[in-house]
């Protein structure tokens, strides 16, 4: 049984840093990629970023480019979010997620989901 689970959200002011994990369990982690999403109340589930499964390729939607960073420990079956620069519209549940072999971003696409942390980020 594939379990994915979220640790590291909190309360930061706007301009601090986070770092959410996402520990994997029951599946050939290394061998998946794997994508970080949010969801803001009223909002639907939008795509934040993800990494390939060698960890080689990664790629970020336009709203965290270049304030967050996804990296990945095989060796661990662990996934990061590395969040610098927050923004109070940052403000939303993370949902970490496992897909196929290749990089996407559709929700759809993402077969295995956590059950999310929740980050705030405060004015």
């Known amino acids: 049984q594939v379990q994915l689970v979220e640790s590291g959200g909190g309360l930061v002011q706007a301009g601090g840093s986070l770092r959410l994990s996402c520990a994997a369990s029951?599946?050939?982690?290394?061998?998946?990629?794997m994508g970080w999403f949010r969801q803001a109340p009223g909002k639907e589930r939008e795509f934040v970023a993800a990494?390939?499964?060698?960890?080689?390729?990664?790629y970020y939607a336009d709203s965290v480019k270049g304030r967050f960073t996804i990296s990945r420990d095989s060796a661990k079956n662990t996934v990061y979010l590395q969040m610098n620069s927050l923004k109070p519209e940052d403000t939303a549940v993370y949902y970490c997620?496992?897909?196929?072999?290749?990089?996407?971003?559709?929700?759809?696409?993402?077969?295995?989901w956590g059950q999310g942390t929740q980050v705030t980020v405060s004015s």
């Open positions: 997620a496992s897909t196929g072999e290749t990089i996407v971003v559709h929700t759809n696409m993402y077969d295995y």
């Open positions: 990494i390939s499964w060698s960890g080689a390729s990664t």
């Open positions: 029951g599946r050939t982690f290394s061998s998946y990629a």
